[in-house]
């Protein structure tokens, strides 16, 4: 089944492509430092240039994440968030904004709760759909399904490790963008983008891909303006959970205004 037509983060990209720019994609965890002010966090991104939203779900044994946003989950775990509770963010925030909202998760959270009761309920909530950092498409039948069955886009990822089939099957897997991971290694800001990262896209374009969005390492405005001349989206995390720890919403709203701005093409003027 195609249901690409309604994917809600390949119209979201889309928009952004029409008014000549690359799309930002903003991470924040869910429950951090509370769930009241994970979604003011949220509604805060749309309103100040974020087209995607990831809400990332809090957990013990984290592979991906670097210090910051482990010292971020922890601290919503300690203080009491349930992954249910992410519905309930997904929904509030949706309801506020017109951005496309996300839930980047590892697995074992979504089977505890059901794989299917996860796709319904993210449906209900007004979800785009689920990123999965440690599941390959290999291992996804059940989500396959499931996401099918609810219209939901499934967003797996890529690295500069992928083998020519390994893209063509996370490629003809995804839905809605294929996430490249721009380094080998956990989130975190630094000084300088991958090189690896421009040909990562270009061999996943190649492999079929409609939307390729980078991640991993973004926190500048400069950084972003880089990645947006060949990548169709931008995701920045560390640098907003960092914001948002130091300055709370505010300073989490003009850093998202700040980056914003580099997601035109050098020498363009926004509208």
Do not use: H
């Not at 099918?148 to 890529?158: A, N």
């Amino acid at each position: 089944m195609d249901l690409r037509a309604g994917s809600k983060s390949a119209a979201a990209i889309d928009r952004a492509r029409a008014q000549g720019r690359a799309a930002l994609i903003c991470y924040i965890p869910a429950g951090y430092p509370d769930v009241q002010s994970t979604i003011d966090a949220g509604i805060a991104l749309a309103r100040n240039g974020a087209d995607l939203i990831e809400i990332g779900i809090p957990y013990s044994d984290p592979v991906m994440d670097g210090a910051v946003i482990q010292a971020a989950t922890t601290e919503a775990i300690a203080n009491g968030f349930r992954v249910s509770s992410v519905f309930d963010i997904v929904a509030a925030i949706t309801a506020a904004t017109d951005a496309a909202v996300l839930v980047m998760t590892y697995w074992n959270p979504v089977l505890r709760l059901g794989v299917d009761e996860f796709a319904r309920r993210l449906a209900e909530a007004g979800g785009a759909g689920l990123i999965t950092p440690d599941l390959i498409p290999d291992e996804a039948a059940e989500w396959l399904a499931a996401s099918d069955k609810y219209g939901l886009d499934r967003v797996f990822l890529v690295a500069p490790s992928s083998t020519p089939e390994r893209l063509a099957r996370t490629v003809a897997a995804s839905r809605g963008f294929v996430y490249a991971v721009s380094i080998m290694g956990v989130t975190g800001t630094r000084t300088a983008v991958s090189s690896s990262a421009e040909k990562l896209v270009a061999n996943t374009l190649a492999a079929g891909a409609d939307r390729v969005c980078v991640g991993l390492g973004v926190s500048t405005a400069d950084q972003v303006r880089e990645i947006a001349a060949y990548a169709d989206g931008v995701i920045v995390g560390t640098a907003l959970v960092a914001a948002l720890r130091d300055g709370g919403v505010p300073a989490l709203a003009d850093l998202t205004k700040e980056l914003s701005s580099g997601l035109r093409p050098a020498g363009t003027e926004a509208d």
